[in-house]
Structures are given as C-alpha cells and as structure tokens.
C-alpha cells in the first residue's frame, strides 16, 4: 500500500500536483513514518507549497541518513533562507557545491542566496560557474545579469539580458530585465518581439504584466506616450486584481500613528543610542537610491540598501505585546526602547564592518519614524521627496513587488502619496533636530550645495566623493535604480508633462488633498 501511494506521489510531483503529492505522501508517513525517501520527497513538495518550516524538518530529519546527498543540502539552504536563516542557509549551500561541483544548480542557488544578501562579487562567480556547467540554464543567466547590474557592470548586464531573449523570444523576465535598467532604448525590432511575446498562449498574468510593462517602456522610447500609459494601466489592473491593498485602512493606520506620537514619550537613557544609522525615507522613484549612494561614497558610511531589519524588530516587538502597531507604544518604556535599540543594532552590525555609519533604505520606515527614533534616539533620517506628479508616475510606471499594492490603481496611488507627505511632515515638525527635508529637484538643480546640508545634518565631513558618487563601486539592490545612479545627475528626468491629458484625473486628486497648488 505505501509503495503504491508513493507511485502516484511521485507521478503528482512530475504533473506539479503538489497538494495531491503532499497528500498522498502524508499517507504514505502514516504507513512508514520513518521512510527516509518519503520524508524527503515530501519536504520537496512542501517547499514548493511554501511550508518552508515543515520542509527544513523534514530535510534535517533525511539528512541524518543521507548527509552527503548534495540535493537535501540545496532544499534544506532554499527553505532555512526563506526562514530568514541566512547564515546556516548559505552553509548547506555551500555544502552542496563542495559535494556536487559538476551540479549547475547547487551553484545556482549559492548564487541566488549571496545576491541576494549583497555579497554580490562571489554570487557573480557563482553564478558564472553555473552557467560554465549548464549555457541553458536560464534562472543562473537571469541572475548573473541582475547581479552584474547591481554591481554597476551596466553592459554585461544588458548583454545577458539580450542572451536570455536571444535564446527565449518570449522570456519574460529577460524582456523585464532590460526594461527595469532604465536605460536600454528598445527599437522597433524590440517593439515587434514584445507584440509576439504578448500574444503568446496561456500566459500568467505575472509574465503578461512583466512583458506589458516592458512593451509600454517601448512605447516611449518611440513617443507614443498615451498608448504606453493605457498599456501601463491595463498591466496595474492586471497585477491589481491579486493585490491586497486597503488605502482607507492605510490612511486610518497614519491617523493612528499621529495620534500616539502626538504624545511625548519617555527620554532615552542614553541619547547617544543609534548615532550610527542613517534612515533614509521616501516613495519608491522618489530618489532615495540617488541619496544613498552619495552617502555611501563617503567614507565613513556604508550603504546598506533595502533592509528589514527596523521592520523585523518592531513586528517582534508587537508579538510579543500581542497588540497591534501603534496601539502599544505609550506602553513601552525607556528601558523597552533601549532593549529594542541595542536589538536593531545587533542585527545590523554586518554594515559597520568597515565603517562607522550606515544606511538604512527601507521603504516602509515613514510609517516607523517614531520608534526608531525612540529607540535610535541619535539616528539621523532623512525624507526624500520628489514632485507628487512625477512620483506617482513613477511608481505607476513601475512593475514592484507583490508587497506594493498602492502604486498599481492612480487613485489608490495618490492616496499613498499623501498620506506619506502627511506623516512626514508631521516627522519633520516633531523631530526637527532629527529628520531633515530633502526635495529631489533642489538635488538635481545644486548638488553640491545640497550634498553639503546632507552631509552637515548627518554630522559627516565633506567629501568630494559624495558629488562623484556615480564613480563609487557598490552593490545598489535596487534594480531600476542601479544603471542609473552610476551616472552623473540629470536634469532632464522628469517626463509627466509627455502624458497631458492622461494626468489630469491624478492631478485633479492631488489638488484636492492640498498635496500640489490649486
């Protein structure tokens, strides 16, 4: 009996029936608990379903029989790193390719999990190796090419890309991928494929909205500027539609925040507390990645991209309260923020390794101000804004994460918009030794007079390097910004005036709201 369920099992999993595989092989347990070969192929199916902690039992549990078996490693490296396990995660990686270096995919995933955490020069060997082994592999093509972008290798970056499509007409996070530069101009050639590629059979919608996206990007570069913004707007409804996003949720939840910060909490114990990060808070498009790097090309700061970490500890935090953010805030003590303080800089001692600052990038920290403040109370943070037309443009025009619900409806859009504008201002009265105002446009129009009171409000010498800050060598995570801020400022980035009357509707919105002049 357990041999036949684990036939069928086995049939489910190459059909990618994994509810069925999962079931059949929990039958097969019930019958064999102890069979290592259902055990680990149910901490396959598992991980595919995104059980990442059951899957990292079961391969634990397998690999007390196996220990050398390259492939346990692989799943056991993919689910402890979707756990947040990073260290152990990159461990077994490595063990897999120390047991199989001939095996494409075990250097793949190393590849992918050390990208991912910014040690992008030895993901690049990885990754290299990888395609060494396997030319077709196409995730470690796809990789490399993200990985170089990010390392600032602009043109091998655009050469991969052009491999993936060259090799896969359709592919569509190859199209994607020269699009998300920001700087390839794509032909009528191009335009032509991507037609194709949109009209392929049974696309995913995830595949449509990439190539969608891409094809509207295609559209400018030839100035048809109201049929890109309609293709635009048929790939957000698209991506809308999966999306879980509540704007008047989210304008009561910046309500909220401002009625308990209203109140004064309690002083620090050590004010000095935090006096290494350096929080960077904006819109996406906004640029944030622009100000980051010329703080990352002073000496003295390390630029630490995207992270969680903020984020982390004040959802542990309001676990641990079992109450919701902000509710429990008037409830913690100068001794809980300090606790949550030295916890924030213990998960970010990585980034002061080699220099006594850093950045903290994250793009929900305006809706955090407050506590990192209390619990970092000589951190400095700086908001990023930019011209509420051109950001929310930007963000429209931009195929995010599944974590961005607010930028795929114009409406919803100019929402999130204000209530940013909102909350940081309310920041900046509150905290005004501590939060400064950085507008993009006075950025591009006197750089160096700007670069200076960036500098000056962060407590940092001037350095020449912060206005050549296109020539520092780092890895930039943002990939839509990462080609860009390898050059020079520009002047000429604004493009809402190209859509006329396409904007007027969000403009109409954003006067209503007081957000831009009447």
């Keep these: 009996m357990a041999n036949r369920l684990l036939t069928r099992a086995r049939q489910e999993w190459a059909q990618h029936q994994f509810e069925a595989a999962e079931r059949s092989l929990t039958n097969v347990l019930a019958l064999a608990p102890d069979d290592p070969e259902a055990v680990r192929m149910l901490g396959a199916v598992i991980l595919r379903r995104g059980k990442h902690a059951k899957a990292i039992e079961c391969f634990r549990k397998v690999l007390a029989v196996w220990p050398d078996d390259d492939d346990l490693h692989i799943g056991l490296g993919i689910a402890l790193y979707e756990q947040g396990e990073v260290d152990e995660a990159v461990m077994h990686l490595r063990r897999a390719c120390e047991l199989a270096p001939a095996t494409a995919s075990a250097w793949f995933n190393l590849g992918e999990a050390l990208a991912r955490e910014a040690h992008t020069t030895e993901a690049i060997q990885a990754l ?59 032909d009528q050639a191009d335009a032509a494929s991507l037609e194709r590629a949109l009209e392929q059979p049974n696309l995913s919608p995830r595949d449509y909205e990439l190539l969608a996206f891409t094809y509207a990007k295609a559209l400018e570069n030839h100035g048809e500027y109201a049929q890109a913004y309609d293709v635009f707007a048929r790939a957000n409804a698209s991506r809308r539609q999966r999306m879980r996003w509540d704007a008047a949720g989210e304008h009561r939840r910046v309500a909220a925040i401002m009625g308990v910060f209203q109140q004064d909490l309690p002083p620090p114990n050590d004010p000095k507390l935090g006096h290494e990060a350096i929080l960077i808070v904006s819109i996406p498009r906004s640029g944030s990645t622009l100000v980051e790097q010329i703080l990352a090309s002073h000496p003295e700061v390390e630029g630490a991209n995207e992270i969680k970490d903020l984020q982390h500890v004040i959802d542990a935090e309001t676990h641990r309260r079992q109450s919701a953010y902000p509710v429990w805030v008037p409830d913690a003590s100068a001794d809980d923020w300090q606790g949550l303080g030295r916890e924030y800089l213990a998960h970010t001692a990585r980034w002061r390794e080699r220099t006594p600052r850093f950045t903290d990038k ?25 011209d509420p037309v051109e950001t929310c443009l930007g963000c429209f025009r931009q195929c995010f994460s599944e974590n961005s619900g607010f930028a795929c409806d114009m409406d919803e859009m100019a929402d999130y918009c204000t209530d940013f504008l909102r909350l940081t201002r309310f920041w900046l009265e509150k905290y005004p030794d501590r939060v400064m105002d950085l507008q993009y446009e006075s950025l591009v129009a006197e750089p160096e007079t700007e670069v200076r009171r960036l500098l000056d409000f962060c407590g940092l010498p001037f350095n020449q390097a912060c206005l050549e800050f296109h020539k520092t060598a780092r890895t930039v995570q943002s990939l839509p910004s990462a080609a860009q801020v390898r050059q020079p400022i520009r002047r000429d980035t604004a493009r809402s005036a190209l859509y006329g009357h396409k904007l007027d509707r969000l403009r109409q919105r954003l006067r209503d709201a007081s957000v831009i002049a009447k």
């Excluded at 395609?131 to 170089?148: K, V």
């Excluded at 929900?364 to 109370?377: D, H, I, K, Q, R």
Aim: proline letters at 5%; a positive charge; aromatic letters at 8%.
């Design 362 to 386: 994250s793009l929900v920290t305006w809706y955090l101000v407050g506590p990192a403040l209390a619990m970092l109370p000589a951190a400095r943070v700086i908001v990023v804004r930019r």
């Design 128 to 186: 290299q190796r990888a395609l060494e082994l396997d030319p077709a592999h196409g995730s470690a093509r796809l990789s490399l090419a993200r990985a170089q972008a990010n390392m600032g290798q602009v043109d091998a970056a655009v050469a991969g890309f052009r491999e993936v499509v060259r090799r896969d007409p359709g592919n569509a996070e190859g199209w994607f991928g020269l699009s998300n530069l920001n700087i390839v101009q794509f």
